[in-house]
């Protein structure tokens, strides 16, 4: 069935975000074929516009946990993540963040008020974790032994930050200042000159988009997942007990001030 559109609904579709304009249009032709018409109007396109409000409304827990997709298979991983990431939702589950955001603000909580926490296996953060609440990235800590160098040169061929340190072709060190702690250096050593001693995590938080976006900070790392796990929950459990209106992590850090803040959770 072919579906045409009438001006006003057009006119009303050209006001969605160009980037979803194309998901949207299609969205609203299923609707309205299903419904068993040929022409989109601009109450059609209001109607899909309130289900998908109150879908979204419907959805929300209180929080959300995210992931990269190092545990598919990801080259980049240095931390095998995915027992972690079940325990991150059982912790929050648990919380019952979304009782506690009502306490504050009714029947109006929204995705945007939801405790975002993201964990990346690798320092390339492919999941975003600088804007969330809640950010653990894995990393991998280099030691080096330089006597066993081969001077191949693969070590500073794939490293993308300079932090490779050679002198004739010979490893020297890693510059601490410049390494990330990706571990790609130590991968493509031949000869464990450059070697993964352990694999962790590091936290921040705070990070937020919005009308006054910030990227999370540092809080602390050299973490393995128990001690992230119970990190996370001591920082749901100061939200809970400070934050106000529904305000997020960051909002809430900025209010009571940082050396506050970690002084209370570490």
Not at 29 to 49: M, P, W
Not at 178 to 186: D, H, M, N
Request: proline letters at 2%.
């Amino acid at each position: 069935m072919k579906i045409t559109w009438d001006s006003e609904a057009e006119k009303t579709l050209r006001r969605v975000p160009f980037f979803v304009r194309t998901k949207v249009r299609k969205k609203v032709e299923e609707e309205v074929a299903a419904a068993g018409r040929n022409r989109v109007t601009k109450a059609d396109l209001e109607e899909s516009k309130r289900n998908h409000l109150k879908r979204l409304s419907e959805g929300v827990k209180g929080y959300s946990v995210e992931a990269c997709f190092g545990s598919s298979g990801c080259q980049n991983a240095v931390v095998t993540s995915a027992d972690l990431v079940s325990n991150l939702e059982s912790l929050l589950e648990k919380a019952d963040l979304l009782s506690f955001l009502r306490s504050q603000l009714g029947d109006h909580v929204k995705l945007h008020h939801q405790l975002r926490v993201t964990l990346a296996d690798c320092p390339n953060a492919c999941s975003q974790p600088q804007i969330k609440d809640i950010g653990i990235i894995g990393q991998a800590h280099i030691s080096c032994e330089p006597e066993e160098c081969t001077a191949c040169g693969e070590c500073e061929a794939v490293c993308q930050e300079s932090a490779i340190i050679l002198d004739d072709g010979l490893l020297v060190s890693i510059e601490e200042d410049l390494c990330v702690e990706c571990g790609v250096c130590a991968r493509v050593c031949p000869n464990s000159a450059i070697s993964t001693t352990a694999n962790d995590y590091r936290v921040l938080v705070g990070g937020k988009l919005g009308r006054h976006p910030q990227l999370a900070r540092d809080l602390t790392n050299g973490l393995d997942a128990e001690q992230v796990l119970n990190l996370v929950g001591v920082i749901v459990n100061f939200y809970k007990a400070n934050a106000k209106s529904g305000e997020r992590l960051g909002a809430l850090i900025n209010r009571v001030g940082w050396e506050e803040f970690k002084e209370s959770v570490l």
